[in-house]
T-cell receptor, first 112, second 115 residues
C-alpha cells in the first residue's frame, strides 16, 4: 500500500537543476513529506521535509503543491556526487502507530 | 557530534551461525530503528526501540530475529541460525524524540553475507 509514487529513474546533466517529482495524492492533513537519499553502499541521508510551505536548506529545495498531493525536490546545481536513489515518504506530524515505507525511490544519475 | 555508528560494517557468517549487529545512536538520541535492505530493493522497517523497551516490532520476522536496546550500550540486532536469505544490508537509524514524528538519521549499515 504505497503512499507515494516516484519515477523509477531520471538523469540530469552536471551543473543543471535536478527536479525529482513525487505523488502523494492520499496524504493526510497531518502528514509531512520527507525526502531521503541513498548513495550506493551507504546509509540513507536525510535531505529535507515539509508540511505545507516550500522549504529550502543547504542541500535542496522542496516545493509542495497547494493541494499537497504532490511535491518536487530540487537540487539546484546537481553534481556527480548527487547520483543516488531518492526516496519520498510521508510521515505523521503527531504520534501514533506508523510503519515507514521507503519504496523503490527514484534513481538519479548525474552525468558529466 | 558523531553520527550513528554501526559495527561491524561487513559480517560474514556460515549457515546456522549467529549474527550480532550493533548500533550506537547519535549522542542525545534515545530512539533506535532497524531496517533491512535486500539487494536491489528498498528499505524495510523491522523494529523500533527505546531504551529498554521495544515499541514496535511489527516488521521483525517471527523467528530467529530479536532486538534489544539496553540502558547502557548499543542496540543489538541478533539473528540466530542464519540462512542465505538473511544476506542483506541492515541499517540502524536514531532520533532524539518520540517516534516517527521526528527526523531519523541513519548509520552506514552492516552488510551481512551468509555463505
Amino acid at each position: 500500500d504505497a503512499k507515494t509514487t516516484q519515477p523509477t529513474s531520471m538523469d540530469c546533466a552536471e551543473g543543471r537543476a535536478a527536479n525529482l517529482p513525487c505523488n502523494h495524492s492520499t496524504i493526510s492533513g497531518n502528514e509531512y513529506v520527507y525526502w531521503y537519499r541513498q548513495i550506493h553502499s551507504q546509509g540513507p541521508q536525510y535531505i529535507i521535509h515539509g508540511l505545507k510551505n516550500n522549504e529550502t536548506n543547504e542541500m535542496a529545495s522542496l516545493i509542495i503543491t497547494e493541494d499537497r498531493k504532490s511535491s518536487t525536490l530540487i537540487l539546484p546545481h546537481a553534481t556527480l556526487r548527487d547520483t543516488a536513489v531518492y526516496y519520498c515518504i510521508v510521515r505523521p506530524a503527531s504520534g501514533g502507530s506508523y510503519i515507514p515505507t521507503f519504496g523503490r525511490g527514484t534513481s538519479l544519475i548525474v552525468h558529466p | 557530534n558523531a553520527g550513528v555508528m554501526q559495527n561491524p560494517r561487513h559480517l560474514v557468517r556460515r549457515r546456522g551461525q549467529e549474527a550480532r549487529l550493533r548500533c550506537s545512536p547519535m549522542k542525545g538520541h534515545s530512539h533506535v530503528y532497524w531496517y533491512r535492505q535486500l539487494p536491489e530493493e528498498g528499505l524495510k522497517f523491522m523494529v523500533y526501540l527505546q531504551k529498554e523497551n521495544i515499541i514496535d516490532e511489527s516488521g521483525m520476522p517471527k523467528e530467529r530475529f530479536s532486538a534489544e536496546f539496553p540502558k547502557e550500550g548499543p542496540s543489538i540486532l541478533r539473528i540466530q541460525q542464519v540462512v542465505r536469505g538473511d544476506s542483506a544490508a541492515y541499517f540502524c537509524a536514531s532520533s532524539p524524540r518520540q517516534g516517527w514524528t521526528d527526523t531519523q538519521y541513519f548509520g552506514p549499515g552492516t552488510r551481512l553475507t551468509v555463505l
